[in-house]
């Protein structure tokens, strides 16, 4: 949400800043600004409104601005519509400070008024600007940039990730941050902040991942970095190790079906470290019997697509595990006063680490004395940092803001997570422990066969793609899957979509059910398979057209009812939902593409959402 970038070093800063806002703009898409310092004209700053291809084509490709020292921003709107003087970067009254800013200063107002009552002029209605106008106030008060910056951030409340220049210091960028992404990259031919690697790794695999309370001060040769009281720190050094060629789109046309495809290896990549020798093995958990045996509750704590991630776990878990496991949206969590204690275990599942809910939601059961396991895909992201313990999802970059591997990957590594407490706690059979492990095993090859037939389900998102009402209905493991369905369709395609339980159809929602009401009825899930095809019989006698999602051994059936059948291959019912999901994925991406959406950045949203 937001991403920021700077560049201090011995080339040219402009095209760099520009390089790094594309490979981050699914991050914010609705403006975009860079601000260089150059030797003869002091800072010089671009921004507008609209893609960042606007802002490209209006530098010539950044050749029109010359200096090696810059930022950037490219914006997703909290404060302010997205229009050009809304934009980042945002400059003080005089022109000497710029800064690009990600997160929100919530005590803005009051600190705008007080500047205002000082004389000051604003020109953008953004809580960034108060910032920069306020680092001048302090900058003119002090003499020293870097104390100025300290002021500010001891009057600023809320969340920052900010990238500072002033045309005093020719060759220093500042950055700081609190709860919200930034890393600092060290390059040959100089140093970088941005929010997140992506953005440099076509320059560097050296990182430094800041902490909340930070600042850091880079030049070309150099990175010092503080603590709140300016204290200095040492530096630790990471390094980034995935390709460049995993953040980009390969040949492919969107960055979602590349992700769509890549689910097979990602899933292979995120399950074989962690089977040996038919065990599920997780190093870097430390979990005794004792002290799962001692868990009085489960809570699965997750946003979007990682909490419907958190939806299929609870059925698996507790099925698994005979223990009660709550699902919790973070951002309903973090304020209803939760019964969470010592004896809570709290999962949390991002994709990104950085979703400020879920992150606000971990810290509040941590408080509480809960222990806290962080299922992430982002290496180093805050939530990795800050949980108790972290296990991984080793699906790589996902770059369409619309989530699919990262989802499958999570929804895998759960099922391991549940089958290693099992284990602990005695609540599996031998047999049924084996089943899974070795369905786990083979979820890579049955998701190939799926993707070998793409077609069939670009062929079905052909005949259905100008509905504009789509209901998603399963029972159980079908009805979680669903949500993830729904959610999919209707962020990309922008087609109003719902997911229920089969069974509550009859208690108000079938009102809605018409002729020719588009219905994707999953039925997946053997066990209740017969009660699904019931529903299916309800909606087709008020006349809706039905698109079922089933295994081969129910196929049949399902056609004698069902307008259109898509079969998935059947394996264990806890891992039915990480096959049944991929056609969904594709039904929404094609449907997507047919009524000619911008799959990969869709309208109002941003990836890694770090406001609240
Ligand atoms: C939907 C999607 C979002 C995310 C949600 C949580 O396709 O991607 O719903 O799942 O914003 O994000 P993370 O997993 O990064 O915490």
Redesign the pocket.
């Known amino acids: 949400m937001c991403g920021i970038i700077g560049f201090v070093g011995r080339e040219e800063a402009a095209p760099v800043l520009l390089d790094g806002l594309e490979r981050m703009e699914y991050r914010g898409y609705d403006s975009a600004g860079i601000a260089v310092r150059s030797e003869t004209k002091g800072l010089q700053v671009r921004k507008c409104k609209g893609r960042l291809k606007v802002l490209a084509e209006r530098t010539c490709g950044g050749r029109d601005l010359k200096g090696t020292l810059g930022i950037g921003h490219t914006r997703w709107a909290t404060h302010g519509e997205p229009n050009d003087l809304n934009a980042h970067p945002h400059v003080s009254e005089n022109g000497r400070i710029a800064l690009v800013h990600n997160g929100i200063i919530e005590n803005y107002l009051e600190l705008k008024e007080h500047l205002i009552r000082q004389g000051v002029q604003f020109t953008s209605e953004t809580d960034s600007e108060v910032v920069a106008q306020l680092l001048e106030f302090h900058y003119r008060e002090c003499g020293n940039m870097l104390e100025a910056v300290g002021r500010v951030l001891r009057r600023i409340e809320g969340s920052y990730a900010l990238g500072i220049i002033c045309a005093d210091y020719p060759n220093a960028l500042i950055a700081a941050r609190k709860d919200s992404p930034l890393i600092i990259g060290c390059g040959e031919t100089g140093n970088f902040v941005a929010s997140d690697a992506t953005a440099i790794i076509r320059y560097t695999r050296d990182v430094i991942y800041m902490e909340d309370g930070q600042i850091a001060v880079l030049t070309a040769d150099s990175v010092d970095l503080f603590d709140d009281e300016m204290l200095p720190l040492e530096a630790r050094h990471s390094t980034v190790d995935w390709d460049v060629s995993a953040a980009e789109k390969g040949g492919y046309a969107h960055f979602m079906f590349k992700e769509i495809m890549e689910q097979p290896e990602a899933v292979a990549k995120t399950v074989s470290p962690r089977i040996r020798e038919g065990r599920v093995v997780l190093d870097d958990v430390h979990f005794t019997a004792e002290y799962a045996r001692g868990i009085s509750r489960i809570f699965l704590i997750?946003?979007?697509?990682?909490?419907?991630v958190g939806q299929v776990s609870k059925y698996n878990w507790e099925r698994l595990l005979r223990r009660p496991v709550q699902v919790e949206l973070a951002s309903e969590f973090r304020y209803s006063d939760p019964l969470v204690d010592e004896k809570s275990l709290v999962v949390v599942?991002?994709?990104?680490?950085?979703?400020l809910d879920?992150m606000a939601a971990m810290r509040e059961a941590k408080r509480r004395g809960a222990r806290t396991l962080a299922v992430v895909?982002v290496v180093g992201s805050s939530?990795a940092r800050e949980a108790d313990d972290v296990l991984y999802t080793w699906a790589g970059p996902e770059i369409a803001?619309?989530?699919?591997k990262?989802?499958s990957t999570?929804l895998v590594l759960m099922d391991l997570i549940g089958l290693y407490l099992a284990e602990l706690l005695g609540t599996v059979t031998g047999e049924e422990y084996d089943a899974i492990v070795s369905a786990v095993l083979s979820l890579p090859e049955q998701m190939r066969r799926i993707l070998e037939h793409v077609q069939d389900v670009q062929y079905f998102a052909s005949h259905y793609f100008h509905h504009d009402s789509v209901f998603f209905i399963g029972r159980n493991l079908d009805y979680a899957m669903g949500l993830e369905g729904s959610?999919?369709l209707k962020?990309i395609s922008y087609i109003h979509s719902e997911a229920y339980a089969s069974g509550e159809l009859k208690h108000g929602t079938i009102s809605l059910i018409e002729p020719g009401t588009l219905v994707v009825a999953l039925s997946t899930y053997g066990a209740l398979f017969d009660k699904a095809m019931s529903n299916v019989v309800e909606v087709k006698a008020r006349g809706a057209e039905v698109l079922a999602v089933t295994t081969g051994r129910f196929s049949e059936k399902m056609e004698k009812t069902a307008d259109a059948v898509l079969v998935v291959p059947e394996t264990h019912p806890v891992l039915q939902p990480s096959l049944g999901v991929v056609p969904l994925q594709l039904f929404a991406y094609y449907v997507a593409l047919q009524r000619g959406c911008d799959i990969d950045k869709p309208r109002n949203?941003a990836?890694?959402?770090t406001v609240e």
């Open positions: 997750a946003c979007g697509s990682s909490y419907h599942i991002s994709q990104s680490g950085e979703t879920t895909n939530i803001v619309a989530t699919t990262a989802y999570q959610l999919k962020e949203l990836k890694s959402v």
